[in-house]
Structures are given as structure tokens and as C-alpha cells.
């Protein structure tokens, strides 16, 4: 991806401004910790500050005035879509040459950690081509990450993100009902976190972001979890693997307790799979769900198939339109995973397109 910043002064005093560039690139970060394939190691290339919610506007009608690279694809980086305990919340925008006003969320997470790193390259732009050839703009989203934030804030960051998009969505020049969303592991159950819960926001809102429904209009993901309390082949929870995989805090519950004014963590295993169980998104299945697709390799051994199967069987008992593909031999990844996004793309020009 060329970039040419000298042509356009306009361009010049809105990088000067608020310090966003258009070099791209990334690694999907997985459970595993291992590369997906394609990866290239390739610095982070950040800019020194992000992009205010404020400046949005102005860039979208001047979208003709920008200096497009040769493969026709503009980044603009580190959007902020919401702030918490003193840090940004940022979400990077690919715009297609050809946008068809649809758009997909990509959730950057495995394992409940997200970095601006595992989308820092040209390599990002490639994973994600199967979307941008169709025209379809991606939001690369990255929330409060694991160790840090349980995935209770997780789902809060994410629901957030959506609802930002549709707030701007004519100034990213999408249209507002045409969103999905996908990912990968952990970044395939905050789709399904979406797809099944997504939903209105508050009227009374002070922030007219979060007036905006969370609504996604379909799904689609890689190897998903769907229920946290019944995790194991013996019925028991999911706490022992993630422990095993080094990802405990992502499911570490600390609640604020106000007699001893400090935060605490949560104990009684019963209060845990309480938790457990509303973030659970087989638990929230209903006739409003999103259409729904899942690839699952059925060699996969952090998350069952059968997690995937008991989530397209109760999405078809509600009347939801569902698939489930099993890659045979596939893992928790597989090599060539990228050009399995084409399936997903077929699934959102059926679910998406008008």
C-alpha cells in the first residue's frame, strides 16, 4: 500500500492536526498465540495520536480530496470510539475503492486480549481483502484487553463500538442498518455476544453515542465458544483450560465494594457461574438474533464443535437464519484461513447487500 502525503495540504493539516496515517498491517491474534497464516513481522507502525470522534465529519466530505493508494484501500487509524479509566478506545477504518455502503466490525481478540499490533502491517489489509473486494468497509476494533479488563468490559467496550458506527455512519459513508460482524475465538464470541444481545441503547443518555442501538444484522465467525458453564466434555466450566492457557484474568470477576471501598474479586463459584452463564451467548439465542455463521474446525482443542453445533441448532429452533461449516482437520486456526473469509463474505451479500 503506497501512501503520498505531499499532494494534498488539506490532507497535510488534518495529519498535522490529529496525527492519523495510512499505513496498515497485522497478525489475527488467536488463543493459540500462534501466527495465522500470511503473517509478516512487521513493526507497528502507530501514529502519535488518534483521531477524535469531532474530525470525522469533515474527512468524510472531503473523501474525494484524499489520496487514495494503489490497491484503492484508505485507513484512517485509531478513531477513538469511547474512553475509560484515563485511556482511548480506538477502532481503525478500512474504506474499500468501491464501497457498497455495507460494512463488517472486525473484532481484534483471542482470548480476550486485543493490541493495536495484531493489525499493525500490510498483512491486515490482505486478511481482510475477501471484505474489501466487495466493498464492504471494515471497523477493526480493539477493546480494553485481558489481563486488564474481565470480558464483562469487554462486552461493554464492544457494544460501545457499535454503537458508535451507527452514530457516524454517514459520515464513514455506510448505511446504519447494514452492519455485521466477525471474528476469531474470542473475537468469534464477542460476534455472537452482539449478534444474539445487541439491542437498544439509553434514551436518556447524556453521550447521543450511547442512545444508539447496538444491533448488529449478521454474524460471522471463527470456532466461538457459546457457553462458559457447561465448557468441558464433562459438563464443568471453562475457568481450569483458560487458566491452562495462561487467559484466567479475562474471567477474573472483580466487583467495587463499597463498605471496604476497594475492588474485589469474586469467589462463590455459584455468583462465577452466574456470570458465566450471562455471557454465554447460547444463552440469549431469540427471534431477533442476527443470521448466524460459524466454520469450526472439528480438531479443535480449546473449543469443542459441539459448542458450535448446540449454537446453530438452538439459532434454527428460534427461526434464525444459521450455518455451520466444519473444517475437517482444522484446529483452533488452520493454514489458509484468509481465503475462508470469501465464505463469509457470500454471507453477507446474501445477509447485508440490498
Known sequence: MRVDQGKKSYMNMIMKLHGWVLPFGCVLALVTGGPCSGQ???????????MHANALTGIALDR???????????????????????MALTMDVLRPKKPNKASVVWA????????????????FVKYMAAFLDRGYTVFAVVHGSN??????????????ALRFIRYHASDFGIEAQRIGISGASAGGVISLWLGTQGGPGDPAAADPVDRESSQVQAVACFYPGVDWVHWEEDGSNCLARTRSLGLIDGFRFRDFDPVK?????????KRIDAILAEYSPINHVSAMSAPTFIMHGDKDGIVRVEQARMMVEKLKEAGVAAQLVIKEG???????QDQDLKVFADWYDKHLRK
Open 64 to 86: 474525494d480530496r484524499q489520496t487514495e493508494p494503489d490497491d484503492g484501500v484508505t485507513r484512517i487509524s485509531d478513531v477513538i470510539y469511547g474512553r475509560k479509566f484515563g
Open 108 to 123: 481484534v481478540s483471542g482470548g480476550f486480549k486485543s493490541d493495536h499490533d495484531d493489525m499493525a502491517g500490510p498483512e
Open 330 to 336: 482444522g484446529g483452533h486456526s488452520w493454514p489458509g
Open 40 to 50: 509478516a513481522d512487521v513493526p507497528a507502525d502507530r501514529p502519535p495520536q488518534a
Open 147 to 160: 489481563p486488564k479488563f474481565d470480558m464483562r468490559e469487554v462486552s461493554a467496550d464492544m457494544h460501545r
Open 261 to 269: 471501598k476497594e475492588y474485589v474479586e469474586e469467589t462463590d463459584p
